[in-house]
């Protein structure tokens, strides 16, 4: 995918993926078409939840252990970055780690929108490690029901 975020870290990282053992193109147009032009993706990627309305869309994005000034949201065109920037907290050295799950790092996430929005108009809330994105469709975006007339 052209739009495909990568999270950026000091350690390169590989992983297997089903688009890397069946063929990026056939597997990348799949999930294209089913996410309704939706991309993002990424090594250490936000759990995002994203759905429309007929007048928005709406993306709920999780990210725990962040504030709201460790995140950067920029919108340019019908491309929404979703960007975090922990404030360093020094290493323990006296921890011993035996599980670590809880991811804590930098993270960028790109997704195409669908369809155009009203940029000055997105509403951006954060409660409870939950980010949530209100982008309002522009107006010739939103569906529109056409009146047959009996000819």
């Known amino acids: 995918m052209a739009n495909a975020s990568m999270i950026r870290t000091e350690v390169p990282v590989f992983r297997m993926t089903p688009s890397r053992l069946m063929g990026d193109s056939i597997l990348d147009r799949f999930f294209e078409n089913a ?9 250490w990627p ?18 725990p252990g962040f504030t709201d000034s460790e ?9 929404l970055t979703v960007k975090g920037t922990p404030n360093e907290t020094p290493a323990d ?4 780690y035996h ?7 930098n993270f960028v996430r790109n997704f195409t929108l669908p369809t155009p929005v009203r940029g000055d108009d997105v ?3 954060f409660s409870r490690g939950i980010l949530s994105l209100t982008l309002p469709k522009q107006e010739e975006a939103r569906a529109r029901k056409i009146t047959i007339r009996n000819g």
């Open 35 to 43: 996410m309704g032009g939706w991309s993002g993706t990424a090594e």
């Open 46 to 63: 936000a759990a995002t939840n994203v759905y429309e309305t007929p007048n928005e869309l709406v993306l709920e994005i999780a990210v």
């Open 71 to 79: 995140i950067e949201v920029t919108l340019e065109g019908r491309t």
């Open 93 to 96: 050295t006296n921890r011993r």
């Open 99 to 105: 599980l670590v799950e809880m991811r804590r790092g």
């Open 123 to 125: 509403k951006a809330e």
